[in-house]
């Protein structure tokens, strides 16, 4: 199954992508969206950062499991997974962000959003 969406020879793909895709590359993109949301920067920073940590993931798929390094399926999945856990970063700070520094024109319309008070 891991095989129609990553290219991956492995039989242990499931594993080797939740490890290192999910855990890894997510964790720390996740940390990059906290990271651009904290110093206010807009959501499209994010993409640009994402791409060298998809880079950065592929690179250590074939160092260490030795999967292809030049796979454009892989790497896009590996930015998909970067970009959906860095937007989960960044809505996370950004919406409690609003509703503390705008308190008086903002409040927390739930985990992700903000809304008029």
């Given at each position: 199954?891991?095989g129609l969406?990553?290219?991956?020879s492995?039989?242990?793909a499931?594993?080797?992508?939740?490890l290192?895709?999910?855990?890894?590359?997510?964790g720390?993109?996740?940390?990059?969206?906290?990271?651009i949301a904290q110093t206010?920067r807009p959501?499209?920073?994010?993409?640009l950062?994402?791409?060298p940590?998809?880079?950065?993931?592929?690179?250590?798929?074939?160092?260490?499991?030795e999967?292809?390094l030049?796979s454009?399926k892989?790497?896009?999945?590996d930015?998909?997974?970067?970009?959906l856990?860095?937007s989960?970063?960044?809505?996370?700070?950004?919406s409690?962000?609003m509703?503390r520094?705008?308190?008086?024109?903002?409040?927390?319309g739930g985990?992700?959003?903000?809304?008029?008070?």
């Open positions: 199954m891991p969406i990553y290219d991956s492995s039989d242990y499931l594993g080797i992508f939740l290192v895709t999910v855990a890894m590359g997510g720390a993109a996740y940390v990059s969206g906290k990271a206010w959501y499209w920073h994010l993409p950062y994402m791409l940590l998809a880079a950065t993931v592929r690179f250590c798929h074939f160092a260490l499991f999967e292809p030049l454009l892989s790497l896009g999945v930015f998909a997974v970067a970009l856990a860095a989960l970063g960044y809505r996370l700070v950004r409690r962000q509703a520094q705008y308190g008086w024109l903002f409040q927390r985990l992700l959003s903000w809304r008029r008070i």
